[in-house]
């Protein structure tokens, strides 16, 4: 299957991966790894029968943040953006590559699919998903710190979560509740790994 979006953007108003800035911080839109979660309750239910949850709808019907993303670029608030299709860890080191930084993100600060989800998997796994599952299609964008008191918490009903920084360097690292910080490795979908 091949897919081709075509559109235009105003001249000088594109918000490129390659804006990112040290000292910039990093937010996040909605909430992260529900799509990853709800795909795992989908092939459990295959020989179970029982009929699909609430919880598959992010999977099912993926609502990409385009009102926010058109938002943004309008009021001319994040330096870089991309949307969150591959997982966290992977589309982080995509933009950092780009922008040629690295980062920190705060663990404790991810937004983790939480709502019905806390029943089934556990807070390890809600994590695991947030940083490396894909099909959320929710915002990554970095904003000038000067600048980050401009972003709401909300958006049209969805949470913005600011959960790091923009570094010197190319370290992408994650910092733990105990304060110690490692490498974040890319562990999201890459359709070109073996």
């Not at 000088?12 to 800035?21: D, E, F, N, P, Q």
């Not at 947030?130 to 964008?141: A, K, P």
């Not at 920084?165 to 979908?189: F, M």
Request: aromatic share 6%; with cysteine.
């Amino acid at each position: 299957m091949s897919v081709t979006v075509v559109g235009e953007v105003k001249q000088g108003r594109g918000v490129l991966r390659s804006g990112a800035r040290p000292g910039d911080r990093i937010f996040v839109s909605g909430e992260l790894g529900a799509a990853e979660l709800g795909l795992k309750l989908i092939r459990n239910n295959r020989r179970g029968g029982k009929q699909l949850s609430p919880m598959t709808q992010k999977h099912l019907y993926p609502e990409p943040r385009l009102a926010l993303g058109r938002w943004l670029g309008e009021k001319r608030i994040a330096t870089t953006m991309m949307d969150l299709s591959d997982g966290l860890s992977i589309d982080l080191a995509r933009l950092c590559r780009a922008s040629g930084v690295g980062a920190r993100v705060q663990s404790t600060e991810i937004p983790v699919a939480s709502k019905d989800f806390s029943e089934k998997f556990s807070a390890a796994e809600r994590l695991r998903a947030g940083l490396h599952g894909g099909d959320d299609y929710e915002l990554l964008f970095c904003v000038a710190k000067a600048d980050s008191a401009k972003v709401p918490r909300k958006f049209s009903g969805i949470k913005l979560t600011e959960i790091g920084e923009i570094t010197r360097g190319h370290k992408i690292e994650i910092s733990e509740p105990s304060g110690k910080s490692r490498e974040l490795a890319a562990g999201g979908w890459d359709p070109f790994r073996e």
